[in-house]
T-cell receptor, first 115, second 116 residues
Framework: GAVVSQHPSWVICKSGTSVKIECRSL??????MFWYRQFPKQSLMLMAT?????????EQGVEKDKFLINHASLTLSTLTVTSAHPEDSSFYIC???????????FGPGTRLLVL | AQTVTQSQPEMSVQEAETVTLSCTYD???????LFWYKQPPSRQMILVIR??????QNATENRFSVNFQKAAKSFSLKISDSQLGDTAMYFC?????????????FGQGTILTVHP
């Protein structure tokens, strides 16, 4: 069964609103969570690394104030897209590594459509 | 920084035939992991196969096998006896433990279509 869940799986919102995406580790304490973004038929691009109890690390070019990441517990990391615009429409996927990092568990993804 | 290149945007194959997907990467590291992931229309990422760079033997998982050429920095995926369910986007990925903390760098992806 799924070990990483994401909620919601689909979201449609109006331009200017904020959207929160939750990523939960169902059976493991995840101190690290990675957030990826994927446009249709393109690759997964790493947005940020979420660390439990500390600030997230953002990749170059990703706006920290636009994509707020919170990792307040060992089982939950959230990504909030603030003041969403149509260009933020994408597929967002979380992932956490286990073991000696060689095993990755991906969430099922969240499709965001901003009108 | 590591880069991963998949030079085949799209591939097609007939059911039951064999297809090879290409992947090259660039790194100065000696110890790392390489992966092939499958992303079907559901978009759930599914691990196909994993290779540890220090292992010379090519990894195999049922119908899936890799040709790992460390000196050439090449990591191709061979799918034998292709099935309709193999239709998906395939990503090659690189990880450098332990400093990357499990972070994957993905190639551009190859869309594979298996025809009946």
């Amino acid at each position: 069964g799924a070990v990483v869940s994401q909620h919601p799986s689909w979201v449609i919102c109006k331009s200017g609103t904020s959207v929160k995406i939750e990523c939960r580790s169902l059976d493991f304490q995840a101190t690290t969570m990675f957030w990826y973004r994927q446009f249709p038929k393109q690759s997964l691009m790493l947005m940020a690394t979420s660390n439990e109890g500390s600030k997230a690390t953002y990749e170059q070019g990703v706006e920290k104030d636009k994509f707020l990441i919170n990792h307040a517990s060992l089982t939950l990391s959230t990504l909030t897209v603030t003041s969403a615009h149509p260009e933020d429409s994408s597929f967002y996927i979380c992932m956490h590594p286990r073991g000696a990092q060689e095993t990755q568990y991906f969430g099922p993804g969240t499709r965001l459509l901003v009108l | 920084a590591q880069t991963v290149t998949q030079s085949q945007p799209e591939m097609s194959v007939q059911e039951a035939e064999t297809v090879t997907l290409s992947c090259t990467y660039d790194t100065s590291e000696n110890n790392y992991y390489l992966f092939w992931y499958k992303q079907p229309p559901s978009r759930q990422m599914i691990l196909v196969i994993r290779q540890e760079a220090y292992k010379q033997q090519n990894a195999t998982e049922n119908r899936f096998s890799v040709n790992f050429q460390k000196a050439a920095k090449s990591f191709s995926l061979k799918i034998s006896d292709s099935q309709l369910g193999d239709t998906a986007m395939y990503f090659c990925a690189f990880m450098k433990p332990p400093t990357s903390y499990g972070k994957l760098t993905f190639g551009q992806g190859t869309i594979l279509t298996v025809h009946p």
